[in-house]
């Protein structure tokens, strides 16, 4: 269950990371209640996976899925470049992020 917990959090992270950019400097008020609930959403799934999870993990995990999600939607939605080189470290932080969740020891 704590696996779960995490990856959703990592998800909200993944949407308040891309819902910066639509606050504007949070300047509007819709993109930013929504961004700030993301927040807390996503620290409150992060608290909540790390009681049985080690910190290390979960957190390297927790900031993985949030890098990777974001450089993949900041590609779709704002016209960010897609480098080889740029996927390709992208591809290494999701290997980083396996590569946790396997030697975690849950």
């Known amino acids: ?9 990592g998800l909200l992270e993944v949407g308040w990371a891309i819902g910066l950019k639509y606050t504007e400097g949070f300047t509007r008020p819709l993109p930013t209640a929504l961004t700030l ?15 049985t999870l080690p910190i ?7 900031v993985g899925i949030g890098a990777v999600g974001a450089a993949i939607l900041g590609i779709v ?25 396997v030697t975690s020891g849950h």
Do not use: C, H, N, Q
């Not at 080189?85 to 980083?96: I, K, S, Y």
């Open 77 to 101: 939605l704002f016209k960010e470049p897609a480098t080889a080189a740029r996927l390709g470290f992208m591809a290494l932080m999701v290997v980083a992020i396996i590569g946790l969740k």
């Open 37 to 51: 609930a993301s927040m807390i959403a996503s620290i409150t799934l992060l608290g909540l996976a790390v009681k």
């Open 56 to 62: 290390g993990t979960a957190y390297g995990v927790w």
């Open 1 to 9: 269950m704590a696996w779960i917990l995490l990856v959703l959090a």
